[in-house]
């Protein structure tokens, strides 16, 4: 049972990660706006660049782990057959 709930917080697909990237960048541009609110001028610039930059980074690491995945499960199905 466990194991069902487990498998619905795994990123298995590209397209699963795209959705995932977008509901990230939502919040990220949404927190950044609030930023500007806040602190305007150019430390409330500064603050939203870095909610964005950080979905960047974080989209950059979600797609390159399923790249990596993919290629350790093809190495270990070839090893197996």
Known sequence: MLAKIKRLFVIKTNWEAYLIIYALGLGAVERGSNYLVQ???FGGKLLFLACTGAVFLA?????DCLKLEKQVEAARDASSA
């Open 59 to 63: 989209g950059a690491k979600i797609l």
């Open 39 to 41: 602190y305007p001028g």
